[in-house]
């Protein structure tokens, strides 16, 4: 499941002169939404950041575009023992780090050059820089919990620096 590119010591140097556009979507639990399946068509990558639900819920995402997953803490089933628990993936020069809770982050992402960190877990989307390193939780595009929004991101690599947007998605 993960993609990787060819990567340099300086990703500045290597950035593609082709915008990526990234979908990014966590917390399924089993529900793919149409509303999602829109919101990520036409995207050149797609990234789960756990608590996928199902081999089904890969199986459609991977038909849009290539797809990078991590495993959830809810992913126990046998159909997620070939899920890794984290990945990086080098996509327009940039490494991204994918991890489903933050809190289990085992690196510093500014000492190993990562450019931005993807998560999940929270249901709570966010995109914030923190010490010059993007961090973006698209949300949960699941069954709603609680009065959050269901939502995904948008993760967009040009000549400047990586931009994020959250999606809300109308459920």
């Known amino acids: 499941m993960p993609a990787s590119a060819p990567s ?23 529900m793919l939404r149409p509303q999602a399946l829109a919101a990520l068509a036409g995207c050149d990558h797609i990234i789960h950041g756990g608590d996928i ?20 803490n809810n992913d126990g089933a046998p159909w997620a023992a070939a899920v890794p628990h984290s990945a990086q993936v080098q996509l327009g020069g940039l490494t991204l780090h994918v991890v489903h ?9 500014v000492a190993a050059g ?5 998560y999940g877990h929270s249901h709570k989307p966010l995109a914030e820089q923190r010490a010059g390193v993007l961090y973006l939780n698209p949300g949960s595009a699941g069954p709603r919990r609680f ?15 990586p931009q994020a947007r959250i999606i809300e998605l109308a459920v």
């Not at 809770?101 to 992402?109: G, K, N, Q, S």
């Open 114 to 118: 990562v450019d931005v960190v993807i």
């Open 53 to 72: 639900g199902g081999q089904d819920i890969l199986d459609q995402l991977a038909a849009l575009a290539p797809l990078t997953a991590v495993r959830g």
């Open 101 to 109: 809770d933050i809190a289990t982050l085992a690196i510093d992402p």
């Open 8 to 30: 340099c010591a300086c990703p500045a140097a290597n950035r593609k002169a082709r915008m990526i556009r990234i979908g990014v979507i966590s917390d399924t639990h089993g």
């Open 147 to 161: 009065k959050l929004p269901v939502s995904v991101a948008e993760l967009v690599l040009d000549q400047g620096p």
